[in-house]
């Protein structure tokens, strides 16, 4: 019987499992102090952002998701565009040599003795790193939310938006009705699409949706142009139309027999996104609530594993459709573990008070 050959090993001070923003901040900052570290992403390179449509741009203004000390400039200086900004990331990772591995997947991290070993998941096949520290760098925003309802699964519907173009002249039923949907139903409107809201509140959210939005929506939904269902939720969707139930304003049921039909060659679910919690069952992190989020010392950001830090968005779970937790006020995390694994700090960021949000949190 011929023997399993063992898996090709590594090692290095730090391993971050996560591409993006908050992740490449830490790698920058692991090499500041010292700290000879890997970035295993299971996608590209900022991840999140790559499956934004073309041209969307941030709500956040270009120095608050600026990371690493590097500036983050546009031409007309106005906010960063997706393009802008994964160029961007690209730009950090090159200027700082960053050693950053994509399209890999972390399967697990054990305990070595006084470190850790962490399994990887390649297209070549496994390998495994020896570290002394894992940094879990990664998001909140990993599957689409899910309706429940029959036709969920049919090819022409859609958690994200996708290239615009694409949805010219078709029906589009868009389910949702916070800065996402909105943003879906202005794009396809001036594409050349036949834009339906279906949105189960009374009216749209007074916060959540972009300053700059709010008047143009509003104002085609007023003159006819986007037709938008409140108090509304989809119950069924069939190759060609949305069956649409109404909601009680007062107590949020669902009434089923109060049904109504909309056409819709394509449908976009843009009600929020949940996290993927497997990597952090499968090491054993403690769960709570809100969200399942990990738990974590809000001094250290390490986690209930020994070695074992949480960064970033990741620290907030599957959050509500009332996000709290952005980049934005993540940097802080990136100098709470760097300080707590070499004693010192690296200031790479400023101040936040994302732990504060975390504990104020309402549930979903």
Request: aromatic share 6%; hydrophobic share 40%; with cysteine.
């Amino acid at each position: 019987m011929n023997a399993v050959p063992p898996l090709p090993t590594s090692s290095c001070q730090v391993v971050i499992v996560g591409g993006g923003p908050i992740g490449i901040e830490t790698a920058v900052a692991c090499r500041k102090a010292g700290l000879d570290a890997q970035v295993i992403e299971a996608g590209v390179i900022g991840q999140t952002m790559s499956w934004w449509a073309p041209g969307t741009r941030w709500f956040s203004s270009n120095e608050r998701i600026a990371i690493a000390g590097v500036p983050l400039l546009t031409p007309d200086q106005t906010k960063a565009t997706r393009e802008q900004y994964l160029t961007y990331l690209r730009a950090v990772v090159q200027q700082f040599g960053l050693d950053v591995r994509c399209r890999q997947r972390v399967a697990s991290v054990q305990r070595d003795g006084d470190g850790l070993t962490v399994l990887v998941q390649t297209p070549a096949g496994g390998r495994q790193i020896r570290c002394g520290q894992v940094v879990l760098a990664v998001g909140g925003t990993d599957h689409p939310r899910r309706m429940g309802i029959d036709g969920e699964d049919l090819p022409h519907v859609d958690g994200y938006l996708r290239e615009v173009h694409q949805y010219f002249g078709r029906r589009v039923l868009i389910v949702g009705g916070r800065n996402s949907a909105i943003e879906a139903a202005l794009r396809l409107y001036h594409v050349g699409a036949d834009v339906t809201l279906s949105y189960r509140r009374e009216s749209l959210p007074s916060t959540s949706i972009k300053y700059w939005l709010r008047p143009e929506i509003e104002g085609l939904i007023r003159a006819g142009r986007i037709n938008a269902h409140f108090s509304t939720v989809p119950v069924r969707i069939t190759p060609s139309q949305v069956e649409l139930a109404a909601v009680a304003p007062e107590t949020g049921e669902v009434d089923s027999l109060s049904l109504s039909t909309v056409p819709a060659d394509d449908v976009l679910t843009l009600i929020g996104y949940e996290q993927d919690k497997t990597l952090f069952r499968e090491i054993g992190v403690e769960l709570v609530q809100p969200g399942d989020h990990p738990a974590y010392d809000v001094e250290t950001m390490m986690t209930s594993i020994p070695g074992v830090y949480v960064a970033g968005t990741a620290v907030a779970g599957t959050q509500s459709s009332r996000y709290k937790v952005f980049l934005e006020n993540c940097h802080e995390h990136v100098d709470k573990i760097v300080r707590h694994i070499t004693g010192r700090s690296v200031a790479v960021a400023q101040d936040s008070s994302i732990d504060s949000i975390i504990r104020a949190q309402p549930e979903s």
